[in-house]
C-alpha cells in the first residue's frame, strides 16, 4: 500500500550535520505514523524518532534527544531526519518505517520500510 525510499545518508565527520528523507508513494500516506529505526552491526534495530499521522506528537530516543529532529510534510509524502552534532556511535544503516494503527517504539510494529541508507561518522 506504501513503498518507502530513503536518502541523505552518508560519510560525515563528528560534529557534523545529515539530513535523510524518506519519499512515500501509494496512497494514505497522511493516515501513516512514521518512524526512523537504525541499526548499527551486531546489534538489533532499534528506535530513533517517529511521529504521527498528523504531525502532532514525536518521540525520540534519548540517545538523540536535542540533537535530530523528525518532521513530514503530508503534501509531499515525505518525512525527513534532521540530524546535527553527530557522534560515531550514530554509525549505522537507517531504516525508514510505517505503520497505520498507534504508535510504537517496537519495530515489529512496522509493517512498511524502505531499503536503508548508511550513516559513517567518523572519529
Known amino acids: 500500500q506504501v513503498q518507502l525510499v530513503e536518502s541523505g545518508g552518508g560519510l560525515v565527520q563528528a560534529g557534523g550535520s545529515l539530513r535523510l528523507s524518506c519519499e512515500a508513494s501509494?496512497?494514505?500516506?497522511?493516515?501513516?505514523?512514521m518512524g526512523w529505526f537504525r541499526q548499527a552491526p551486531g546489534k538489533e534495530r532499534e528506535i530513533v524518532a517517529r511521529?504521527?499521522?498528523?504531525?502532532?506528537?514525536?518521540y525520540y530516543a534519548d540517545s538523540v534527544k536535542g540533537r535530530f529532529t523528525i518532521s513530514r510534510d503530508n503534501a509531499k509524502k515525505t518525512v525527513w531526519l534532521q540530524m546535527y552534532s553527530l557522534k560515531p556511535e550514530d554509525t549505522a544503516v537507517y531504516y525508514c518505517?510505517?505503520?497505520?494503527?498507534?504508535?510504537?517504539?517496537?519495530?515489529?510494529?512496522?509493517?512498511?520500510w524502505g531499503q536503508g541508507t548508511q550513516v559513517t561518522v567518523s572519529s
Open positions: 511521529i504521527s499521522w498528523g504531525g502532532g506528537t514525536t
Open positions: 518505517g510505517a505503520a497505520r494503527l498507534g504508535s510504537s517504539n517496537d519495530p515489529k510494529v512496522y509493517p512498511y
Open positions: 501509494g496512497r494514505d500516506f497522511d493516515t501513516y505514523a
